[in-house]
Nanobody, 121 residues
Framework: QVQLVESGGGLVQPGGSLRLSCAAS????????MGWYRQAPGKQRELVAG???????NYADSVKGRFTISRDNAENTVYLQMNSLKPEDTAVYYC???????????????WGQGTQVTVSS
């Protein structure tokens, strides 16, 4: 049993900051990549940022310079620091993890429940 739980979403004014967290727990053998996706009403789900177990990060062009992804491998937790937020950042943000569990099962796209981020004045 593996769970991903996101936290840190909420309402913030344009230009403000928010920090999202996602903690993986349960029968985890290893986690390779972790990432954040988002989906706004009427739009397709998109990759926001991803990070490897070694700390290599990649970002969507729309968030480069504003968002920073990081992770704590010891705690199986990934973070997304979001600065200079814009109304177009409003979406449900989902955590994703590439998980191998203790039974040997491999899950390249294990998802959390999502957390709402709303950027509005």
């Amino acid at each position: 049993q593996v769970q991903l739980v996101e936290s840190g979403g909420g309402l913030v004014q344009p230009g403000g900051s928010l920090r999202l967290s996602c903690a993986a727990s349960g029968s985890i053998f290893s986690i390779r990549t972790m990432g954040w996706y988002r989906q706004a009403p009427g739009k397709q789900r998109e990759l926001v940022a991803g990070i490897t177990s070694g700390g290599r990060a990649n970002y969507a062009d729309s968030v480069k310079g504003r968002f920073t992804i990081s992770r704590d491998n010891a705690e199986n937790t990934v973070y997304l620091q979001m600065n200079s937020l814009k109304p177009e950042d409003t979406a449900v943000y989902y955590c994703n993890a590439e998980v191998t569990d203790d039974s040997g099962g491999y899950y390249p796209g294990y998802w959390g429940q999502g957390t709402q981020v709303t950027v509005s004045s």
